[in-house]
Antibody, heavy 123, light 112 residues
């Protein structure tokens, strides 16, 4: 079955760089049409899409955060890594990774999600 | 401000029918992009509830249904149950400069 799990620090200081890892199983990111995204949710607030990486290494970033984000993959390890630079307290949120299969529809969706990891930005 | 607008809250008694709206614009729902819905139970990750406007993944009860018209979409829940109390989010694609994959602000469903 498909599973995803996020890992990374629970606490980072302002201005530091956050590195999160998504380790998944049940599918391969080398399969045509397969994609993985990162999404975050500040406490009590709505979901916000951050970044996406595709099977062919195409990458997409949130317009408002693109200067701070980098997404990469290690297909052999079944991992996707997100880095976010210059962290600020407003970046405090639960960060999720989710599978995003491209079956040819005009609007992709997230069919499997990790349990999320809460990242707090504080000095 | 979310690109897709949802009511902050809705409520209903057990057994009743409730609907949750999701209003977009000409750069997302109105442009023909599909709408998807997620259910987020308290303290858990979102779960895909409806994809492609009206399709249910395997395991989702047929009490949940989705529809889309013009620049809006709706999620309907019939035969409301206590376990349906959760936050619900709509999601689509936005083709504007600040777009890509966008979510609604979420709707808290309370079962009275």
């Amino acid at each position: 079955q498909v599973t995803l799990r996020e890992s990374g620090p629970a606490l980072v200081k302002p201005t530091q760089t956050l590195t999160l890892t998504c380790t998944f199983s049940g599918f391969s990111l080398s399969t045509s049409g397969m994609c993985v995204s990162w999404i975050r949710q500040p406490p009590g607030k709505a979901l916000e899409w951050l970044a996406r990486i595709d099977w062919d290494d195409d990458k997409y970033y949130s317009t408002s955060l693109k200067t701070r984000l980098t997404i990469s993959k290690d297909t052999s390890k079944n991992q996707v890594v997100l880095t976010m630079t210059n962290m600020d307290p407003v970046d405090t949120a639960t960060y999720y990774c989710a599978r995003m299969p491209d079956y040819g529809g005009n609007s992709l969706y997230f069919d499997y999600w990790g349990q999320g990891t809460l990242v707090t930005v504080s000095s | 401000q979310s690109v897709l607008t949802q009511p902050p809250s809705v409520s209903g008694a057990p057994g009743q029918r409730v609907t949750i709206s999701c209003t977009g614009s000409s750069s997302n729902i109105g442009a023909g992009y599909d709408v998807h819905w997620y259910q987020q139970l308290p303290g858990t990750a979102p779960k895909l509830l409806i994809y492609g406007n009206s399709n249910r993944p395997s395991g989702v009860p047929d009490r949940f249904s989705g529809s889309k018209s013009g620049t809006s979409a709706s999620l309907a829940i019939t035969g409301l149950q206590a376990e349906d109390e959760a936050d619900y989010y709509c999601q689509s694609y936005d083709s504007s400069l600040s777009g890509f994959w966008v979510f609604g602000g979420g709707t808290k469903l309370t079962v009275l």
